[in-house]
């Protein structure tokens, strides 16, 4: 859903945990799914809230009702978790030349 992160967002991820409703907000942004930042307003989401968010959650207490919004939303909240303290949202960097020494 998303190529990159703006620039502006990278100061935030070092503590997701600390995070407002609004940096929550800009966080859907970022993964592309802004359409459901109205239902994290309403809920009052911020980074607390996401470090316990359950995938039952997602439809049952933020009624995400699309099944791609909550699968691409709960695949997003591990790879938060996951990567914790430092995370960035920047995508690998492709090697080409290591890539074609290695016959690939």
């Known amino acids: ?15 997701y945990q600390e995070w407002s409703v609004e940096e929550a907000c800009t966080w859907l942004g970022v993964i592309g799914l802004e359409d459901l930042s109205p239902l994290f307003q309403a809920q009052g989401v911020n ?10 959650d997602l439809q049952a207490e933020l009624g995400i009702e699309r099944y791609m919004h909550r699968r691409v939303m709960w695949k997003e909240l591990l790879r938060l978790r996951g990567k914790g303290k430092g995370l960035t949202l920047d995508l690998p960097s492709c090697n080409v030349q290591g890539d074609l020494e290695a016959g690939g």
Do not use: N
């Open 1 to 15: 859903f998303y190529v990159s992160s703006p620039p502006s967002f990278h100061r935030y991820m070092s503590s």
């Open 47 to 56: 980074g607390s809230a996401l470090e316990v968010l359950t995938k039952e």
